[in-house]
Antibody, heavy 120, light 107 residues
Framework: EVQLVESGGGLVQPGGSLRLSCAAS????????MSWVRQAPGKGLEWVSS????????YYAASVRGRVSISRDNSMNTLYLQMSSLRAEDAAVYYC?????????????WGQGTLVTVSS | EIVLTQSPGTLSLSPGERATLSCRAS???????LAWYQQKPGQAPRLLIY???TRATGIPDRFSGSGSETDFTLTISRLEPEDFAVYHCQHYGSSYTFGQGTKLEIK
């Protein structure tokens, strides 16, 4: 069974940093690109960042570029999102998701999410 | 940058009725990269439809997708109680873009 489990969320002050993790199991992790998608309270979904299977290619939304870094450890089957200079508008549930390219781009599996709160 | 606009914002229907949800793109997009997700309160999104009209694994056939260019539709033929949720459309161009969501609520 494919499983994605996020961790690392919590309360952080504005300007602070946080690293989110996503532990993957049930599939060959290196074969899949992965993404982070966030959802602010009561709002819609917003794509944050994606990374290729090898980790050699990374992509960022304009809203987080320069403040966020996506990475992965394929030996540990783990995806990361390093966030810095956090703002109030970064507060959200952060989901990791598996990317599928064949037959049309989509996220076919999602984790349960981890909540990031930005407040002083 | 492509903007996806979903309508209506909220749709109130009864079980057994037909639901039609719209997703309109600000410019013509490839239907190959148009997907729909269902999200229930407190849960992660679940993939329903990809490539505009292909049901994801395990999705009941009462869910169907259609459309092209700028206008896409998610149809639920006969609503079941478990279908009341928020529905999101998504497109991939050079990056992923989501619509703002449609809440399907029980009338």
């Amino acid at each position: 069974e494919v499983q994605l489990v996020e961790s690392g969320g919590g309360l952080v002050q504005p300007g602070g940093s946080l690293r989110l993790s996503c532990a993957a199991s049930g599939f060959t992790f290196i074969n899949y690109a992965m993404s982070w998608v966030r959802q602010a309270p009561g709002k819609g979904l917003e794509w944050v960042s994606s990374i290729s299977g090898s980790g050699g290619s990374t992509y960022y939304a304009a809203s987080v570029r320069g403040r966020v870094s996506i990475s992965r450890d394929n030996s540990m089957n783990t995806l990361y999102l390093q966030m810095s200079s956090l703002r109030a508008e970064d507060a959200a549930v952060y989901y990791c998701a598996r990317d599928i390219y064949t037959g049309g781009r989509r996220h076919d599996c999602w984790g349960q999410g981890t909540l990031v709160t930005v407040s002083s | 940058e492509i903007v996806l606009t979903q309508s209506p914002g909220t749709l109130s229907l009864s079980p057994g009725e037909r639901a039609t949800l719209s997703c309109r793109a600000s410019q013509s997009v490839s239907s190959t990269h148009l997907a729909w997700y269902q999200q229930k309160p407190g849960q992660a999104p679940r993939l329903l439809i990809y490539a505009a009209s292909t049901r994801a694994t395990g999705i009941p056939d009462r869910f169907s997708g259609s459309g092209s260019e700028t206008d896409f539709t998610l149809t639920i033929s006969r609503l079941e109680p478990e279908d009341f949720a928020v529905y999101h459309c998504q497109h991939y161009g050079s990056s992923y873009t989501f619509g703002q969501g449609t809440k399907l609520e029980i009338k």
